[in-house]
């Protein structure tokens, strides 16, 4: 994972039991409880979300601290493009912090922000808006 726009977006909440002090994997530390059977990871449940377990900046050089303990709702959630499937809430996360939209048919899975699609035509540049720009 490096794009980490959808855990600087949602709240992610999870079934109480996941975390580690019910006998599962998430650090009860780093959640806090939202219902009497449901979680949240810290940091989420807010105006604006930002998982605690998040290290780095989404789109950049984003990681997620506890990856191989995340909650079902963090594996669940399928970037966008993968197993040739668009998922319209990673799109909409991703461009928040200014990435491309990853749709399968385009091959597009880079996490870095975009740029307009510049194409030289003899002295002038073309942008995809078909701006000339000189």
């Given at each position: 994972?490096?794009?980490?726009?959808?855990?600087?977006f949602?709240?992610?909440?999870?079934?109480?039991?996941?975390?580690?002090?019910?006998?599962s994997t998430?650090?009860?530390r780093?959640?806090?409880?939202?219902?009497?059977?449901?979680?949240?990871?810290?940091?989420?449940n807010q105006?604006?979300?930002?998982?605690?377990?998040?290290?780095?900046?989404?789109?950049?050089?984003?990681?997620?601290?506890?990856y191989?303990n995340?909650?079902?709702t963090?594996?669940?959630?399928?970037?966008?493009?993968?197993n040739?499937?668009?998922?319209?809430a990673?799109?909409?996360?991703r461009?928040?912090?200014?990435?491309?939209?990853?749709?399968?048919?385009?091959?597009?899975?880079?996490?870095?922000?975009?740029?307009?699609?510049?194409?030289?035509?003899?002295?002038?540049?073309i942008?995809?808006?078909?701006?000339?720009?000189?």
């Open positions: 994972m490096t794009c980490g726009a959808c855990c600087a949602f709240r992610v909440s999870f079934y109480w039991a996941e975390a580690d002090d019910a006998g998430i650090p009860a780093l959640t806090a409880q939202i219902s009497p059977f449901h979680r949240c990871m810290s940091g989420t105006k604006n979300p930002r998982c605690i377990a998040l290290a780095g900046t989404p789109g950049k050089n984003a990681c997620c601290t506890i191989e995340r909650s079902s963090c594996r669940e959630f399928a970037m966008s493009g993968e040739g499937e668009i998922n319209e990673c799109n909409r996360t461009d928040k912090y200014g990435l491309t939209p990853i749709y399968p048919d385009t091959g597009v899975l880079s996490a870095v922000p975009s740029d307009p699609v510049v194409q030289v035509v003899g002295d002038d540049a942008n995809k808006d078909n701006n000339r720009h000189q």
